[in-house]
């Protein structure tokens, strides 16, 4: 059974930084990609992808991010890091790990971000 935990979110005020990991286990089939996606509390919100990366290391980044985040990954560890730069109060949400193997995507139990202006 693949399970996803994630870490490392909490309070910070804006031009802070913070850096989530997301530990993957259970793992049967290879870890095709992993992403960050968030989703802010808000009614009718929808979870937004942040960042994404494969095993060759190929990244891909939601506009507004990509001079401030930078994902990475372990392959060995089967984890997944997204370090977040110069955050902004716009960036509070809570931040969620998918992993994709094989034909499968698996959810992580997701992390709160708050950023204080």
């Known amino acids: 059974q693949v399970q996803l935990v994630e870490s490392g979110g909490g309070t910070v005020q804006a031009g802070g930084s913070l850096r989530l990991s997301c530990v993957a286990s259970g793992v049967m089939y290879g870890v095709n990609a992993m992403r960050w996606y968030r989703q802010r509390q808000a009614p009718g919100a929808q979870r937004d992808l942040v960042?994404?990366?494969?095993?060759?290391?190929?990244?891909k980044y939601s506009e507004g991010v990509s001079d401030r985040f930078t994902i990475s990954m372990d392959n060995d560890k089967n984890t997944v890091f997204l370090q977040m730069n110069d955050l902004k109060p716009e960036d509070t949400a809570v931040y969620y790990c998918?992993?994709?193997?094989?034909?499968?995507?698996?959810w992580g139990q997701g992390t709160q971000v708050t950023v204080s202006s």
């Open positions: 998918l992993l994709s193997s094989g034909f499968d995507s698996y």
């Open positions: 960042a994404a990366i494969d095993t060759r290391g190929n990244t």
